[in-house]
């Protein structure tokens, strides 16, 4: 029988999910999902592993990415599928996005030491351990230092 079941929707911990792509792959396989895409936040950066640990399993691989934009000052995120992870442009596009996103993360991290919450960027960028850390990692510093 043909595996009916599809997610469109995914991340990895290089945006604001937990799991490699790897373990991705192995979840998906279990699910007995016939076909994934990553839709990491403004990243491509899980794209190649992920599609390796699909092929590997026979599950179809759909690259894509989550970008933050802004329409009318209220924010949004596009979702694009069967992107072209090779593509220059894209890749450009994509590094602008991540340097925003940490350039968010530092004054996440200025707020909260304001407060008195004494957090600090290398917290969470070793904790994130990607090029387009957001609020999760964040919270997850925060969470994993007793905050």
Not at 4 to 25: K, N
Not at 81 to 90: K, R, V, W
Request: glycine residues 6%.
């Amino acid at each position: 029988m043909a595996k009916p079941y599809i997610d469109l929707h995914l991340h990895t911990r290089f945006s604001d999910g937990v799991s490699t792509p790897e373990q991705v792959a192995e979840e998906a396989e279990r699910m007995e999902l016939a076909a994934i895409a990553l839709t990491d936040h403004d990243t491509i950066e899980g794209c190649s592993r992920l599609a390796k640990a699909c092929a590997s399993r026979g599950i179809e691989f759909i690259p894509g990415t989550e970008l933050s934009t802004d329409i009318d000052g209220h924010e949004m995120h596009l979702l694009g599928y069967h992107i072209d992870t090779s593509n220059e442009e894209l890749i450009r596009e994509t590094t602008r996005y991540q340097q925003n996103r940490t350039d968010r993360v530092h004054g996440l991290i200025e707020r909260l030491n304001s407060i008195g919450v004494p957090l600090t960027a290398e917290q969470v960028f070793t904790l994130a351990n990607c090029k387009a850390p957001g609020r999760p990692h964040v919270a997850r510093a925060l969470v994993e230092h007793g905050f």
